[in-house]
């Protein structure tokens, strides 16, 4: 980092510029090293979930193989709570690349087209407040959340239930239902 | 460069008129889930009426927001900073109304029915004021300053424009709606529908032709479906 530092403040220059883009950021010092407990611990956190991830399908690979069914009970339970590696890696993929790119929201090109770059402060809209980013921020995340819980629950309810819980016209009758009634067809009342 | 400009802002604009075909009707529907029907049958007859389409409806708002941002990046940077907050609300109000047509018929109490039918009618009205909102905005015009930034803080978007511009857009989507019913539903519902369509249409007609340039893309629909109703 203290190698690179002279050298990007020599291209990049060691304050913003003095121009309308920045809004109340232009003539700002230029910080050009991203914070880098989150970087590291981002990519480490990304690759190692990511490899939890395919060792547990290679794993599972291994154990069905020729067919066959593992009957322990630990392994189901560890299947299940494995489901959340790739959505952690996912994230922490996702935090790490968008903290370790500041203070650039277009790096420069490490192979010396250096006249294509732009800085964060330049891409942000100058009338946008925080309190504006926080309450799409925290009402989109809310949102989101909640849905989350909502529909692990009905996944669990469909899941636990099987095919009877989710389509109850196909084990009411041995046979597919003759539709006499147009009424009463399954399709028209798909919702 | 003229040449493709036009070209593009053209499409834009069939974009936008294809998505104000296609979900006004979605959005009317929905709004009047809790109004027009009341038997848990009728309800589910006014869900499955948009059911297979709404989706695919809805993504020409996608496209059209698309076309915006890939052929007028200035314009998208200003129109979408500077109306930050009735976007939230509309993206907010989209994914409630989607939310509500997956996850109504999934569960089989009565709370958990009304509760979705509620988010939906909620969620569509939301989604037509704030389209209708930004579109008469768009055509009445944003205090900006030269680099596109909106002046006035974070609210210099409310006045008359939009609140008309709402309004119209909600109008709008209901007699849509009213007039998709008609066509698409048989029996009690047809009838209620054809009949408060008819009469929501000279309504919609005579303010449409009162707000005058306020509004022009929901009057435009308004006259058209009016005349085609004849």
């Known amino acids: 980092m203290t190698t690179l530092l002279p050298d990007y403040q020599e291209k990049y220059g060691t304050h913003l510029p003095e121009d309308e883009r920045y809004g109340q950021h232009s003539g700002e010092k230029i910080d050009y090293q991203p914070i880098m407990i989150v970087t590291y611990w981002g990519f480490r956190l990304m690759i190692g979930f990511g490899m939890i991830a395919a060792g547990v399908s290679a794993l599972a690979l291994w154990l069905t193989r020729k067919g066959t069914v593992p009957a322990s009970a630990w392994l189901m339970r560890g299947a299940l709570v494995s489901i959340t590696a790739p959505f952690i ?103 | 460069m003229e040449i493709l400009a036009t070209i593009w802002f053209v499409l834009i604009i069939v974009l936008w008129t294809g998505y104000l075909f296609l979900d006004g009707f979605d959005l009317g529907v929905g709004m009047l889930m809790p109004v027009l029907s009341r038997t848990e049958r009728q309800k589910r007859v006014l869900l499955n009426t948009i059911g297979p389409t709404w989706d695919g409806n809805e993504v020409w708002l996608v496209t059209a927001a698309g076309a915006t941002f890939a052929a007028f990046p200035h314009w998208y940077a200003s129109l979408f900073s500077a109306l930050y907050i009735p ?130 893309s929901p009057s435009a629909h308004g006259s058209l479906l009016w005349s085609s109703q004849r």
């Open chain 1, 89 to 191: 890696a996912n994230s922490a993929g996702w935090i790490f690349t968008e903290m370790g790119r500041q203070p650039f929201v277009v790096a420069p090109n490490p192979a010396r087209q250096d006249a294509v770059y732009m800085f964060t402060q330049a891409a942000l809209s100058p009338q946008l407040t925080p309190a504006m980013l926080l309450f799409s921020l925290i009402s989109l995340s809310l949102v989101y959340g909640i849905l989350m819980v909502v529909e692990l629950r009905l996944l669990i309810v469909y899941i636990r239930g099987g095919v009877a819980s989710a389509m109850p016209e196909v084990t009411k009758t041995n046979h597919t239902p003759r539709i006499t009634n147009d009424e009463d067809d399954v399709l028209s009342f798909a919702y």
């Open chain 2, 87 to 216: 976007l939230t609300l509309c993206l907010l109000a989209l994914i409630f109304r989607a939310v509500a047509i997956e996850y109504r018929g999934k569960g089989h109490s009565q709370a958990w029915k009304s509760f979705w039918t509620w988010a939906m009618a909620v969620g569509s009205a939301g989604i037509a004021f704030f389209i209708g909102a930004m579109l008469a905005i768009t055509s009445s015009g944003l205090p900006l300053n030269d680099n596109g930034d909106i002046v006035g803080g974070a609210f210099a978007w409310i006045g008359w424009p939009a609140v008309f511009g709402g309004l119209g857009g909600v109008g709008f989507a209901l007699v849509h709606g009213l007039i998709f019913l008609g066509l698409k539903t048989q029996g009690d519902i047809r009838d209620k529908s054809q009949q408060r369509g008819r009469g929501g249409c000279c309504c919609r007609a005579r303010s449409a032709s009162s707000s005058g340039s306020v509004s022009p």
